[in-house]
């Protein structure tokens, strides 16, 4: 992990550690650990938690809901893999994102594992936290957020907020999406890395 680290010279992204899957590892090459690995954060610089306590009342219990959590932790990873942001507090770095107007927000297009053509809004809303939109197949200009969004605009829109001051972390809203049965199939397909709201891990950077 920390070689990996180290390859992405000084502006690292993240490294997504799993503490289970260690275990499950060292097991495996006869390495027993009876009470589990822990990596402890106040020893590592740089490592952040990505579970929230508040994940544990939150299931992703319906297609609708994980159709939601694919297209968002899809849009925050571009998001992070474009540098648009960091996973460190306060770290923004689209352009004009200091001026605190409506011209601040940061608007990008890319393509969905699924071939389909999405857009995304990111706006620093304060303390840290990122207010994250995005919208599939456009047919108009997306309105301000994903929740006024409605499926004569578009395939498919939703709305989450990354914090990045207590952890790093998606938070849930499920609530603002709206999505057509063809392309809820398709963004159920998704494979995308977790770094999402209910993810038990920490990330390195």
Same mark, same amino acid.
């Given at each position: ?10 502006? +690292?992204? !993240? ?10 590892? @060292? %097991?495996?090459?006869? !390495? ?34 994980? *159709?939601?959590?694919? @297209? ?7 998001? @992070? ?10 770290? %923004?770095?689209? +352009? ?21 053509? /999405? ?12 207010? $994250?939109?995005? *919208?599939? %197949? ?9 929740? !006024?969004? %409605? @499926?004569?605009?578009?395939? /498919? *829109? ?14 849930? *809203? ?7 049965? $063809? ?10 890395? +977790?770094?999402? !709201? ?8």
């Amino acid at each position: 992990m920390l070689k990996e680290i180290t390859n992405q010279g000084d502006d +690292p992204m !993240y490294f997504f550690v799993c503490e289970e899957r260690l275990t499950v590892r @060292l %097991n495996e090459l006869r !390495y027993p650990i009876e009470k589990g690995f822990y990596f402890d954060t106040e020893d590592i610089e740089g490592m952040r938690e990505t579970l929230c306590l508040r994940s544990f009342d939150i299931e992703y219990k319906t297609k609708r809901h994980k *159709a939601w959590r694919n @297209l968002m932790v899809a849009t925050v990873n571009e998001a @992070l893999r474009r540098r648009i942001f960091s996973l460190r507090p306060g770290d %923004n770095r689209w +352009p004009g994102h200091d001026e605190r107007t409506i011209r601040s927000r940061f608007e990008f297009d890319f393509v969905l594992p699924t071939g389909d053509a /999405a857009r995304a809004t990111v706006d620093d809303i304060g303390f840290d936290e990122l207010a $994250i939109d995005a *919208a599939v %197949n456009l047919r108009k200009q997306m309105v301000f957020s994903g929740y !006024y969004a %409605n @499926l004569k605009e578009c395939d /498919a *829109a939703g709305t989450t907020w990354l914090e990045r001051q207590t952890g790093a972390w998606i938070q849930s *809203a499920v609530d603002s999406f709206k999505c057509s049965r $063809i392309l809820e199939q398709k963004l159920l397909a998704m494979e995308v890395e +977790p770094l999402g !709201y209910g993810d038990k891990g920490r990330v390195r950077m």
